[in-house]
């Protein structure tokens, strides 16, 4: 499938980002039930579905340019969103290797790396980038390794160093957090980083969540999908901005629900970078508008059902105490049963 | 386990009377780069697999390198390399895997090696070298047998080397870790007598075991035959006395995940009904035993096996 770029819109101000039919076609609906419970949803990341997000293990799409212009912009505003520290050079070096050898494998018509030993050349012809380098040595790009090429790739990426049958969250290029803060979670350990989730902890997820990312080896990589709510296609939703966009969850009502409340869904990878033994953990966010969703009838009922019957603690760590039932009223009547 | 690496050998030296090194060299692209501390697990023409730590530069992805100690009671392995090896044979190799990874935050790195235990201490000490790191190497061996290496560390090395060439000079613990600093980090990897005194004096010396890291070269022992049945697949197997059950389960085609068969890592505890289990694995706690088993080093005895596979 050829993959075709967008004209920039923006994840800001006026929200003119908009999914394309065959966007919403590919759109990761994230529940295989009628009901929602955490779990330790993990499985291998091979390639499947032609054409869908589980072809690549980096999936590009028609988004690929506005989120760039989008990723720039919160870079601008706050350098700290990109962080690595001094233990996790070898991390962000191996990064920028797993990112250049999947796009130029995976998007050749977009990217092309050639390698001489350590002189390396990475094209990037979406965003027009033609740049020599000796691989190891930052001083040869525009700037750090993992900004360089985060710059360049959609969706979020944190580093996890493991020591002590652990996972510390010592780097990370963050600029479409669902709630939560790099800069914050620096120098955390994995239960540390998701003490605010409720009920999963006594449920045992993290225990054996963790477990089982330690024991991730290099070229088997593992993924999983999260989902929450957002309002306006808004990407950074951070800690840092709360000032802008918390007070619009008190802005819904049954006129604007359909087109204000996405659907927000991370395909997280988690990879073991062969060099450092870190572990890439990545986050591709796609988002979806209420309008878009109920396009799909079957996705719009089982949303109703999920959303009318999730536990309360999930619900308000996932923010949409305040406008809930009026989502849940207006999803209803794509539901034959309700 | 998918995804082994066809390899040549093309190199076979003899380091010391005891100890062959052998260099392997990728049939198709470059072999997969690796971390510090990792090892393979080569698949021998004999049907025999073991874990073998990589000693080759971590950036050098044209060749690996590994080193193989004869073993008086080989079950095959090691004699095979030892016997029949030669250069130009095909070879096959799963991708490195880590168990034994530096640790990032310490300020002080303090290696101990015995014996062949030097193995994954060389790209350690290549990487810490490049890391411009603090670090210092205690190596244990006996002059002329197993003293691989030691020229060409002490070249590269220099005051860095403390070398105990027993039975002269034994390597003295509890001096090694007296009085270091805060942040300090001991490596170890040899026998596991060496690791049971090391966790015992690093205890009475007030040192967290968080600090302590170590690998046992520890690999299947041959013991008696014994027969396995399998719970879902419905077969039954025959163990020889030279063979782990896991090779057993191997060669029956039912692939169990599999990293160190050392017993050690922990991937391929296997559940069983019924029947007698030697445990010989350093994973389960005695609770788990009563369930579980490790098929890479453990074995059945007395009353007939049958697993949850």
């Not at chain 1, 690595?84 to 991390?91: K, L, S």
């Not at chain 1, 109703?304 to 305040?322: E, S, W």
């Not at chain 2, 100690?69 to 030669?86: A, D, F, K, M, P």
């Not at chain 2, 010396?205 to 049945?229: K, M, N, T, Y």
């Amino acid at each position: 499938m050829s993959l075709t770029f967008k004209p920039v819109g923006s994840y800001h101000q006026d929200f003119s980002f908009r999914n394309s039919e065959e966007a919403i076609q590919r759109f990761p609906f994230p529940f295989p039930e009628d009901q929602y419970m955490y779990s330790v949803n993990l499985e291998p990341a091979t390639s499947r579905n032609p054409g869908s997000i589980f072809e690549h293990c980096f999936d590009i799409d028609e988004h690929y340019r506005s989120e760039m212009v989008e990723r720039n912009r919160v870079l601008e505003r706050d350098p700290r969103r990109c962080l690595v520290m001094p233990h996790m050079q070898t991390a962000a070096w191996d990064t920028l290797a797993m990112l250049m050898e999947h796009l130029s494998q995976d998007y050749p018509q977009w990217f092309a790396l050639s390698r001489d030993g350590d002189q390396w050349q990475w094209q990037n012809h979406a965003l027009g980038i033609d740049q020599r380098f000796t691989y190891g040595d930052a001083d040869t790009l525009p700037c750090e390794p993992l900004e360089y090429i985060g710059r360049q790739v959609q969706g979020d990426f944190a580093l996890l160093d493991q020591r002590e049958g652990d996972l510390f969250m010592d780097a990370g290029i963050v600029t479409c957090p669902a709630d939560w803060s790099l800069a914050f979670d620096a120098g955390m350990s994995f239960k540390q980083w998701h003490s605010p989730v409720p009920m999963a902890h006594q449920m045992g997820v993290f225990d054996r969540a963790l477990k089982y990312l330690v024991n991730i080896q290099v070229g088997q990589p593992v993924r999983r999908l999260n989902w929450t709510l957002t309002i306006n296609p808004r990407l950074d939703t951070s800690p840092e901005t709360f000032h802008e966009w918390g007070s619009d969850r008190a802005s819904i009502t049954p006129g604007n629900v359909g087109s204000l409340v996405h659907l927000r869904v991370e395909l997280q990878v988690m990879a073991r970078l062969p060099r450092s033994n870190a572990l890439m953990f990545s986050i591709r966010t796609y988002l979806i508008s209420m309008d878009e969703l109920v396009t799909q009838p079957a996705w719009a009922q089982r949303l109703h059902r999920v959303l009318r019957d999730l536990p309360d603690a999930i619900a308000d760590y996932k923010g949409m105490t305040l406008y809930r039932q009026t989502l849940v009223d207006w999803l209803s009547q794509f539901d034959s049963q309700a | 386990m998918s995804g082994f690496i066809p390899v040549r050998v093309t190199d076979i030296r003899q380091v010391t009377p005891v100890i062959r090194e052998v260099s392997l060299q990728s049939l198709g692209t470059a072999l997969p780069k690796f971390s510090a501390g990792s090892h393979i697990q080569v698949l021998l023409p004999n049907g025999k697999r073991n874990a073998y730590s990589l000693l080759s530069d971590p950036l050098d992805t044209r060749h690996y390198r590994i080193a193989v100690r004869h073993q008086e009671n080989s079950r095959g392995g090691s004699r095979y390399v030892h016997e029949q090896l030669q250069v130009g044979d095909e070879l096959r190799i799963a991708p490195p895997a880590n168990l034994f990874p530096l640790h990032n935050e310490a300020h002080l790195h303090i290696l101990l090696a015995a014996g062949i235990g030097i193995t994954p201490f060389m790209p350690y000490c290549t990487e810490l070298l490049r890391r411009g790191a603090p670090f210092e190497l205690h190596y244990a061996y006996r002059n002329c047998i197993s003293d691989a290496y030691v020229a060409q560390l002490r070249d590269l090395l220099g005051e860095r080397l403390h070398c105990y060439d027993s039975p002269q000079r034994r390597l003295d613990l509890k001096h090694v870790l007296s009085n270091r600093p805060l942040g300090s980090h001991v490596y170890a990897c040899g026998p596991q007598r060496l690791l049971d005194d090391l966790h015992q004096q690093a205890a009475s010396l007030g040192w967290s075991d968080s600090r302590i890291h170590s690998e046992a070269f520890s690999a299947a022992q041959s013991g008696q035959p014994f027969s396995v049945q399998l719970l879902r697949s419905r077969q039954q197997l025959n163990v020889s006395a030279d063979q782990s059950l896991l090779e057993a389960l191997e060669a029956a085609g039912v692939e169990v995940p599999n990293l160190c068969r050392g017993g050690v890592c922990g991937q391929c505890q296997t559940g069983y009904l019924q029947g007698d289990v030697e445990h010989r694995d350093h994973f389960l706690s005695p609770d788990e035993k009563a369930a579980s088993l490790m098929p890479c080093v453990s074995r059945g005895c007395g009353q007939p096996l049958l697993l949850d596979l």
